[in-house]
T-cell receptor, first 110, second 113 residues
Framework: QQPVQSPQAVILREGEDAVINCSSS?????VHWYRQKHGEAPVFLMI?????EQMRHEKISASFNEKKQQSSLYLTASQLSYSGTYFC???????????FGQGTELSVKP | NAGVTQTPKFQVLKTGQSMTLQCAQD?????MSWYRQDPGMGLRLIHY???????DQGEVPNGYNVSRSTTEDFPLRLLSAAPSQTSVYFCASSYGAGHYEQYFGPGTRLTVT
């Protein structure tokens, strides 16, 4: 089953912060985060593993709450280059399948 | 390294035609997968492979076949194209299953009329 992302879309001014959430109905082994620019392929941001630490990529960080089967992506002091669609992908304990959510479209305005 | 390559970039098919989307990687990755992307639906897993000779179904496998005879190649076959298969198709590869970074190809935009 696809994880559920929220919000579906968000508009920010440059320098503002945002949080994107990803939740699953299944116990999770790992959570991936990717960003896709319009017309391009998704690009890896970070992976969070069960029992692992919070990860960071530049001014973007993420957390993974195993008990709630949720992950959140935190974008701090957003830049114009952060615009795009963000996808979370989840792997359950069975392994092998990486299932993505429906995406969150982020627009950063000057 | 070329990374993950996909051919063709664009394709138009008529309903009922068959074709193969090609995917190749030169990173010696064991894990490869196919996704389709439709507006509002995110990336949906079609088929995946954890190594040469091993394939398995994803979320939306109907109408598609795959095989993995070599580590490098993972072709996706549309048996009898339908308008519902109009989509952008991405191939991805990684060192292993799940907890490794996925590298995506540039995508194939397929239109079925």
């Amino acid at each position: 089953q696809q994880p559920v992302q929220s919000p579906q879309a968000v508009i920010l001014r440059e320098g503002e912060d945002a949080v994107i959430n990803c939740s699953s109905s299944k116990a999770l082994y790992s959570v991936h985060w990717y960003r896709q620019k319009h017309g391009e392929a998704p690009v890896f941001l970070m992976i969070l593993l069960k029992g692992g630490e919070q990860m960071r990529h530049e001014k973007i960080s993420a957390s993974f709450n195993e008990k709630k089967q949720q992950s959140s992506l935190y974008l701090t002091a957003s830049q114009l280059s952060y615009s795009g669609t963000y996808f979370c992908g989840t792997e359950d304990n069975q392994g092998g399948k990486l299932i993505f959510g429906q995406g969150t479209e982020l627009s950063v305005k000057p | 390294n070329a990374g993950v390559t996909q051919t063709p970039k664009f394709q138009v098919l008529k309903t009922g035609q068959s074709m193969t989307l090609q995917c190749a990687q030169d990173m010696n990755h064991e894990y490869m997968s196919w996704y389709r992307q439709d507006p509002g639906m995110g990336l949906r897993l079609i088929h995946y492979s954890v190594g040469a000779g091993i394939t398995d179904q994803g979320e939306v496998p109907n109408g598609y076949n795959v095989s993995r005879s070599t580590t490098e190649d993972f072709p996706l076959r549309l048996l009898s194209a339908a308008p519902s298969q109009t989509s952008v198709y991405f191939c991805a590869s990684s060192y292993g299953a799940g907890h490794y970074e996925q590298y995506f190809g540039p995508g194939t935009r397929l239109t079925v009329t």
